[in-house]
Structure formats: structure tokens, C-alpha cells
């Protein structure tokens, strides 16, 4: 088997117990059963274990459920995918994912609750992993109006459940086309089908960068061309600029014959050193102005030195303060030691007699004696710092002496030889110099970028690309994609009720939208013009076996599963409640063309060895073998359906 099959549906209520569903993974699996017996959750269920972003499970059961989930199979790999179920109208973004060989269903929702749960947005991605899906974005046509969504396996359950309310919808073929995502759903086929493969996006992307590096080429041949046609005039006008500036006489330019001759007088230019005559003191006010650079960094230096004295200075006289406050009280103190001089047993500070010298009249006399050397040594100081700032501005005068000098030879310099009007000379001829330089190593520049045999290169290469990937060539496969599956649609289609005047139709589904229409020999009739809910059922049960026959031949691990939600719908009213069971050889029209359908689905597993069909039906057909024996479950009492009679007694008890 080389596609995911379902092979379990389990649930779990909220007394941690389970009920696990089991369905062979090839072949058809036929649930029946009256009415509000669960049949159609079933869809539901898979759809939210698949990561869908609504939960649709029936108010009526979400209280009964704590969790619910689905074992895929292919070969001898199994997913299993749980998801939690919440009372209220919240979608639970809570998971337990698991992939391997003969996985364990867990027994109970408790062994859940201890395991780490992934999100939504990882269970997709694991699917998309497991089923071959890249990360690709659905804007293959890269229109700059359309805003592209990343294609994931969600957009694949379109083409997987045919639920209640699309099973004869004469207006939508797949489920969720009536809503906002259908141009997405519609685009995403592109890739889906096979239109558009990795291979084919990753030459997409470097047909891309290519167009972009043609259009950066064509605008350097805009400029060059421009350049080309401009070019005489240009020249000339440099030329002419040249004489006036008496570089190079008049009459040599009019000698020039062509373009040519002009870039080789001008190349001479751009490379020469211009002289301009009457400077001849040039180098001598270059010389001044270089000394007035130096005389200018020695004042800035001295004004830095004499400020950085100052403030020295500034905390010397700070600390001078200080000590002539604590002058007078040594004055003090001297005068009574002065008195006691012949003893040590009176006190320095207050002169009373002591029983003999202690430690702290010791520390007292030191600190004294410190405080007198340190303001001798202030004394000494401070006339220094004030000789040696004297010093510093004497010698920054010399400084701005010798700056006032260097200006008033400079500018007298400048005046006798009327150096400024040459000065200006030279900038301008400077000027002309640089246009030329500028002119050539454009020229240069653009001739590098642009040359005609890299253009024809590179459209050669995008023109293969395009043919290989662009619109055209995905249009065109997705053309051929079209024309099997509707070869495919026409063959099962031969095969199942129509109304006449449409048998034998050839079945056009427009995969760019998904409308289907019939064409016979007289015209061609939409899906929504045909009438019958019989035709709307043949249409739709025709094109979905001829997508999932094209999944087939794809050969790519997509689930392989189709689900119909009750094929007697066009032949039983709604209020038909009960399962409706069918004895007996003597078949009314109904039931023949019922019969009808269920003998293509028999005939299409055959066909298609990958498929699995489970379908949720009313009809009972007692007398046939192989209806009986597909039938896996069949719900008909009161007590039977996909929620235990008895979960739902205990809800209520509670």
C-alpha cells in the first residue's frame, strides 16, 4: 500500500475509557444505520484529527468526548493523531501525535494527559512531511494582485470528504469551495495534482533572479544608448570648454574629424598635470600657510598647558584657606606648651596637668607637627606654579606674534600677484579635468555592464526557462492533468445514472475552479444547469474517483481514503429516518440505479489498488455479498451508534 489509509477512529469519554472504530485500509468500508446514530462524525472527526481550524463535532456530543483521534496506515508505518475536545465552542489547539510501526492506542484519555502534546501548527507540519508535501507557496503565476498562502495536506482533505453538504451540491464539486478559502483551495491544486514540483519551483525562483538581472541590463543599455546619442554633442562641449579655459587652441578642434579623434585629445588631458602660469609664489604661500597650521597647533597646546596650571593653582589656594584656619589654633596650642616646656605631664591642647604621656597626646603632637609641614610646603609651592604660568603665556604670546605675521605675508602675497583670480583658474581647469575623468570611466563603466551578446544570452536562458516553467508551461500541464482525469470521469461516468439526453457525455472539470460541466453532441451543459440530484451525484462520485485514479498514477504518499456521506441520498426523502433495507431481485428504478453506483465502487477498488472508500449510508442491499461484507458497522436500534448508549446515560446521571 503506498498511500495513508485509514485504519482506526477512537474515542474517549470522560470516565477514561475508549472505543476504537476498525476499518480495512483497502477496499470499502460501509457504515449503516438510522438517523442521528453518528455516521456523519465520523467525517468530522477525521477532519479535526487532521488539523482542521473549526471543531464540528455536534454540540449534543462534545460534553460525552474528552478526546478523539485516528490511526493512518501505509504499508507497515502507522500515524496516530489525537487531538483534545473541549464542552464549549472552542477548537482545543492541543495534540498527541505518534508515528511507527504497530503503534499502541493508548486505553484511556489519562495516559494523555501526562504526555507532551503538540500544537496545530506541528501536526501539520509532521503531515506534510509524511505526506510529501513541500513548503511551497500557491502564487505560481506570481501576480503582484494575488497574496500567497503556503500549500500544506489541509487544502488534500477537499479531495478526501464528500459530507452531506457537498455530496449533490449542484454549485461546489469539493468541500469548503463555498467559502473564503476556495482560491486557495483552486491554486493549490496547481501543485497538488503535480502541475507545479519542487524541481519546478526551484527553477521558478531562478528564472526570477534572471529577469531581475535582465532588467538591471536593459537599464544600463537605456543609459548606454543614451550615452551613444548624446556623445558628440558632449564631447565637443569639453573640448570647446578646454579652449576657453587656454588649455588647448581653438583651431586644433576644428581640425578633428570624428568621435574618435575627440576621445583621444581628451584622454591626453585627463592624464596630464595642468600648470597655470603667473603662480610664481605658489609654493611659497603653500609654505606659509603650512607654518600658520604649525603655529596655531603650538598655541592650542600652550592654551591647554596654562589652563591645566590653573587649575592647579586653584586647588593650592583651596588648601591654603584650610590651613590658615587651623594656623590659629596652633598658635594656641604652642603658647601653652610654651609655658609648660620643663614637664610631659600636661595636655598639648588645653594645657591641664596629666598623670604622664599617654598614646593619644602622642598622636595629637604628630598630627601638630604635620599640619605645620604641610603648610611650609604650601608656601613654597605656590610661588612656583605662579612663575611657571607666567612662563606658558609669555610663550603663547611669542606664538600669536609670529601667527599675526605669517597672516599679513600670506595675505600680501596674495594681493601683489593677484594670486586669487589664478587660484580660481586652476580650481575650474581642475573642474574640467575631473568632468573628463568622469566621462571616460562612465563610458567605461556602462560599456563593461551592457554589451549586446550578454543580453541575447540571457534572454536565450529565459526563454528556455519560460517555456520549461513559466505560466504557459504549468497552463499546459495542467492541461494534460485535465484531459486524463476527464478521460478518467468520462469512463466511470458511462457507467452511472444520468437523465437522458445526458448519457454518454464527456465529463470537463475546469481544474483552474473546479466547475464541471457535461458536453454531448448537441452542447455543453454546467453542473449547475444539468438539474436531478441523481446527476449532481453522478458528477460529483465520476470526478472524485478520477482525482484520486490521477493520485494514483502520481505515485505520491497522499491518504488514499474518499469518504461518501449516504450515495441513496437522491432516492430516499429526508424524513426517511431508519436504515432502509433492501431484500429481494425485484428492485424498484430507485434502488436499481442505486445498486448501480455501488457496483462502480466495487469495480474502481479493483482499479485503483490504492483507494479506500468508506461510505456512510442509509441502504442496506441484504441480498448482496459483497455489500454485506463490506459493511463494517451497522447501527439500527436505539442503543447502537458511534457514541455508547451508555456513555451518554452516565452524562446525564451526572
Request: net charge neutral; hydrophobic share 35%; charged share 35%.
Amino acid at each position: 500500500m503506498k498511500r495513508w489509509n485509514i485504519k482506526n477512529i477512537i474515542l474517549y469519554n470522560k470516565e477514561n475509557i475508549n472505543k476504537i472504530l476498525k476499518f480495512d485500509t483497502t477496499g470499502i468500508n460501509i457504515v449503516t444505520g438510522r438517523s442521528s446514530t453518528g455516521k456523519s462524525l465520523i467525517i468530522e472527526i477525521i477532519d479535526y484529527c487532521m488539523g482542521s481550524s473549526e471543531c464540528n463535532l455536534a454540540d449534543g456530543v462534545r460534553p460525552v468526548l474528552s478526546w478523539v483521534g485516528i490511526v493512518l496506515e501505509k504499508g507497515n508505518n502507522q500515524i496516530l493523531s489525537l487531538r483534545k475536545v473541549t464542552d464549549n465552542n472552542k477548537v482545543s489547539n492541543e495534540f498527541y501525535f505518534e508515528t511507527g510501526r504497530s503503534i499502541k492506542i493508548p486505553k484511556g484519555n489519562l495516559e494523555l494527559e501526562d504526555k507532551n502534546s503538540l500544537n496545530r501548527e506541528m501536526i501539520i507540519n509532521k503531515f506534510n512531511q509524511l505526506f510529501g508535501i513541500g513548503d511551497v507557496k500557491n502564487n505560481f503565476f506570481d501576480s503582484e494582485y494575488k497574496k500567497s498562502s503556503t500549500i500544506s495536506m489541509r487544502y488534500l482533505m477537499s479531495y478526501l470528504l464528500q459530507d452531506d453538504t457537498v455530496i449533490i451540491n449542484k454549485n461546489h464539486l469539493l468541500r469548503g469551495l463555498d467559502t473564503s478559502k476556495k482560491s486557495n483551495i483552486c491554486n493549490a491544486g496547481y501543485y497538488l495534482l503535480g502541475a507545479v514540483e519542487e524541481e519546478v519551483l526551484g527553477k521558478k525562483e531562478e528564472l526570477k533572479k534572471l529577469k531581475r538581472s535582465q532588467n538591471h541590463l536593459l537599464r544600463k543599455k537605456v543609459e548606454f544608448e543614451n550615452l551613444k546619442k548624446e556623445e558628440h554633442k558632449k564631447l565637443e562641449n569639453l573640448l570647446y570648454e578646454g579652449s576657453q579655459l587656454g588649455i588647448l587652441p581653438e583651431e586644433k578642434i576644428k581640425e578633428f574629424k570624428n568621435l574618435s579623434d575627440y576621445k583621444v585629445e581628451l584622454k591626453k588631458f585627463s592624464k596630464l598635470d595642468l600648470v597655470v602660469k603667473g603662480i610664481e609664489d605658489k609654493n611659497l604661500i603653500n609654505e606659509l600657510q603650512i607654518n600658520l597650521k604649525e603655529i596655531r597647533r603650538k598655541v592650542t597646546h600652550k592654551r591647554s598647558e596654562i589652563q591645566m596650571a590653573k587649575n592647579h593653582l586653584n586647588q593650592s589656594t583651596k588648601f591654603e584657606r584650610v590651613s590658615d584656619k587651623q594656623s590659629s589654633k596652633l598658635q594656641i596650642i604652642d603658647a601653652i606648651r610654651n609655658k609648660k616646656v620643663d614637664s610631659d605631664c600636661f595636655c598639648p591642647l588645653c594645657g591641664s596637668e596629666t598623670q604622664g604621656k599617654n598614646e593619644t597626646i602622642n598622636i595629637i603632637e604628630t598630627k601638630l607637627l604635620g599640619m605645620k609641614k604641610e603648610m611650609a610646603d604650601v608656601n613654597i609651592e605656590r610661588p612656583k606654579i605662579d612663575k611657571y604660568i607666567n612662563s606658558l603665556e609669555n610663550e603663547q604670546d611669542e606664538y600669536l606674534i609670529i601667527m599675526k605675521d605669517l597672516k599679513i605675508k600670506i595675505a600680501k602675497l596674495i594681493k601683489e600677484d593677484n594670486l586669487e583670480e589664478s587660484l580660481r583658474l586652476e580650481q575650474r581647469q581642475n573642474q574640467w579635468q575631473g568632468k573628463i575623468k568622469y566621462y571616460l570611466d562612465d563610458a567605461k563603466e556602462l560599456s563593461e555592464e551592457y554589451s549586446l551578446e550578454e543580453e541575447e544570452k540571457l534572454q536565450k536562458t529565459i526563454d528556455e526557462l519560460e517555456e520549461e516553467v513559466g505560466r504557459g508551461a504549468i497552463e499546459e500541464k495542467i492541461g494534460d492533468i485535465r484531459n486524463d482525469i476527464n478521460s478518467y470521469a468520462y469512463e466511470i461516468l458511462k457507467e452511472l445514472p444520468l437523465e437522458k439526453g445526458y448519457t454518454n457525455s464527456t465529463v470537463n472539470i475546469n481544474l483552474k475552479n473546479y466547475e464541471v460541466a457535461v458536453r454531448n453532441s448537441m452542447k455543453k451543459t454546467s453542473m449547475k444547469t444539468i438539474g436531478s440530484d441523481m446527476n449532481y451525484l453522478s458528477l460529483h462520485v465520476a470526478s472524485l474517483l478520477a482525482i484520486h485514479r490521477h493520485f494514483n498514477q502520481m505515485g505520491k504518499p497522499y491518504p488514499g481514503f474518499l469518504i461518501f456521506d449516504q450515495i441513496s441520498r437522491p432516492f430516499y426523502p429526508e424524513e426517511v429516518k431508519e436504515e432502509k433495507e433492501i431484500n429481494g431481485e425485484n428492485l424498484s428504478k430507485e434502488e436499481v440505479y442505486l445498486k448501480k453506483y455501488f457496483d462502480v465502487l466495487f469495480q474502481e477498488i479493483i482499479r485503483n489498488d490504492s483507494l479506500q472508500l468508506i461510505i456512510l449510508e442509509h441502504a442496506y442491499f441484504e441480498n448482496d455479498e459483497k455489500y454485506r461484507t463490506a459493511t463494517k458497522y451497522r447501527w439500527r436500534l436505539e442503543e447502537d451508534g458511534l457514541i455508547p448508549d451508555e456513555w451518554i446515560k452516565n452524562l446525564k446521571t451526572v
